[in-house]
């Protein structure tokens, strides 16, 4: 009895060590068996924008300007046909120009109001490069050298650019390279394409830099000047005037023979929207019909350069 009862509580005792050993935890993988962490995800890079395919009214919200609800456009008014004060029936000068006429059509493009302030032409560069206007309307060539400062439009018009001096002084100019003799003085306006043009074909001559062309053309008529670098479509225009003003060669421009509009650095969906709204007045008409009008009221009463309270503040 006493051997059967000791039979018992081994039998007892084994049964237990193998219950603990059933509930004991599973051993861990080895690690070359340990399942992969799921890799992350990389979220997608921001796709970059292609304003140049959206429609205006895709790109009228897009647009920020310096005052929202208006285009703030910066002119030159010494550069007529482009842009100059025109004197109306009241005797009053109004701002005219085909500069000023696309800047309007542009700001109605746009859905904005345009507020049009002249200043020189250098002031043009500096209120674009800082940003405090939204537009240059001022004939600017788009010149590689200026893209740090400003974006450029499309060419919304062709020209070209040109050596000038005064009736009585063609034969002193039978060449262009003719001009670049150190007993001549050469103008050409500050901060300008021109002023580039003179240094680059005239340096060895006296280079003389003027702040407005009316400047330029006062100097080579009253004999302070015996040559000069102008746009050829206001050379033109200024010769209507004075007669005694000859155009007598054109001069090679290497970049974009071409006026542009001047776009406030980085805002690409004024940029898109300007150039639709050139490419739309081309096709309209408007702005061929603005460069006759611009070209018929520069030939009466004019005023080049800016008015006396403009010259004030500025």
């Not at 790109?59 to 010494?78: F, H, M, N, R, Y």
């Not at 000038?164 to 007993?183: C, I, Q, S, Y």
């Not at 004075?242 to 006026?259: C, F, M, N, T």
Request: one cysteine or more; aromatic letters at 8%; a negative charge.
């Amino acid at each position: 009895m006493k051997n059967l009862t000791k039979l018992m509580c081994l039998l007892l005792a084994l049964a237990m060590v193998f219950a603990l050993c059933a509930c004991g935890s599973s051993p861990a993988p080895a690690a070359s068996e340990a399942p992969e962490a799921p890799a992350e995800s990389e979220a997608p890079a921001d796709e970059p924008v292609d304003y140049s395919s959206m429609t205006i009214d895709e790109l009228k919200p897009l647009i920020q300007t310096v005052t929202e609800g208006k285009l703030t456009i910066a002119t030159s008014p010494d550069f007529a046909p482009y842009e100059f004060y025109a004197i109306d029936a009241d005797g009053n000068p109004q701002l005219a120009g085909f500069d000023v006429g696309m800047a309007q059509y542009i700001a109605e493009f746009l859905g904005l109001e345009a507020e049009i302030i002249p200043m020189d032409f250098d002031g043009v560069l500096n209120e674009l490069a800082a940003k405090s206007v939204d537009i240059g309307a001022a004939g600017l060539s788009p010149d590689p050298s200026r893209m740090d400062a400003m974006d450029f439009s499309d060419i919304y018009y062709f020209g070209g650019q040109s050596f000038v001096t005064v009736e009585g002084k063609e034969d002193l100019f039978p060449t262009l390279a003719d001009a670049n003799k150190a007993e001549y003085s050469i103008g050409a306006q500050n901060g300008s394409i021109q002023m580039d043009l003179a240094n680059a074909n005239t340096p060895d001559a006296d280079i003389v830099s003027l702040v407005k062309v009316t400047d330029i053309v006062a100097e080579l008529i009253g004999g302070k000047l015996d040559g000069a670098f102008i746009e050829t479509a206001v050379a033109e225009n200024y010769a209507k005037s004075y007669p005694q003003l000859k155009i007598v060669h054109d001069v090679p421009y290497e970049a974009a023979a071409g006026s542009a509009f001047g776009i406030s650095k980085g805002n690409e969906a004024l940029l898109a929207a300007v150039n639709l709204a050139i490419a739309a007045a081309n096709e309209d008409g408007f702005l061929e019909s603005a460069v006759a009008e611009a070209n018929e009221l520069s030939t009466g009463e004019i005023i080049e350069g800016l008015l006396p309270d403009e010259a004030a503040q500025g």
